[in-house]
C-alpha cells in the first residue's frame, strides 16, 4: 500500500497501515517513526524509532533499518521498545549478523508506560499501555503493547499512535 500524507496540527506524518501487510508512520521534521514496517526508504534516516509491539507487520525491517543505516554511516538508530521485547531483538540482531556477516550497530531503550522519554529538548514522547489482540484468534496476543502521545495528553484523544 502506498504511504499517506497527512499534516496534523502543522505535524507532518507519512505512513501505512493495512494490517497483517505493513504499519509504520513517520514524522520526518521530528526526526521519529513508530514501527518499521518493511522499513521504507524515508525511515532510514529517521534516529528515534518508537516500536509499538512485535507483529511482524511492525518489525519487519527491523534489522534492514540498522543495516541500512550503518551502510550509509548513520549513526546507529535508537529504538524504544518494550522491555521483554530488548534482547530478543539483540539475537534478531545477531543472526542478521552471522547471516549478513556484519551485525547492525543499533542502540535499545526500554519503552515503559507512563515513563516519558526525552528524544531531545522540547520533544518528549510518552509510552502508554494499550490492549492488542491477536490477529484471526481475538484474544489478546501480547503481554505490552504500547501506544505513544505527546506529552500531557490523554492518550484517550489527541495525537496518539498505534
Ligand atoms: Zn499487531
Avoid: C
Wanted: proline content about 8%.
Amino acid at each position: 500500500m502506498a504511504a499517506a500524507e497527512i499534516l496534523h496540527d502543522n505535524i507532518r506524518i507519512l505512513g501505512s497501515s493495512s494490517a497483517g501487510e505493513e504499519t509504520y508512520f513517520l514524522l520526518p521534521e521530528l526526526g521519529v517513526a513508530f514501527d518499521f514496517g518493511r522499513s521504507p526508504r524515508e525511515l532510514i534516516p529517521i534516529e528515534h524509532v518508537f516500536l509499538t509491539h512485535g507483529h511482524l507487520d511492525h518489525t519487519a525491517g527491523l534489522a534492514y533499518y540498522f543495516a541500512q543505516r550503518w551502510f550509509v554511516d548513520a549513526a546507529p538508530g535508537n529504538l524504544y521498545l518494550a522491555p521483554s521485547l530488548i534482547e530478543p531483538v539483540r539475537r534478531l540482531l545477531r543472526a542478521f549478523g552471522e547471516i549478513d556477516g556484519h551485525e547492525p550497530p543499533a542502540r535499545l531503550h526500554p519503552s515503559v508506560p507512563g515513563v516519558d522519554i526525552e528524544v531531545r529538548r522540547g520533544l518528549i514522547v510518552r509510552p502508554f499501555d494499550v490492549n492488542h489482540f491477536g490477529p484471526r484468534t481475538q484474544r489478546a496476543a501480547l503481554s505490552q503493547a504500547l501506544g505513544y502521545g505527546q506529552k500531557g495528553q490523554d492518550p484517550a484523544a489527541g495525537m496518539h499512535f498505534f
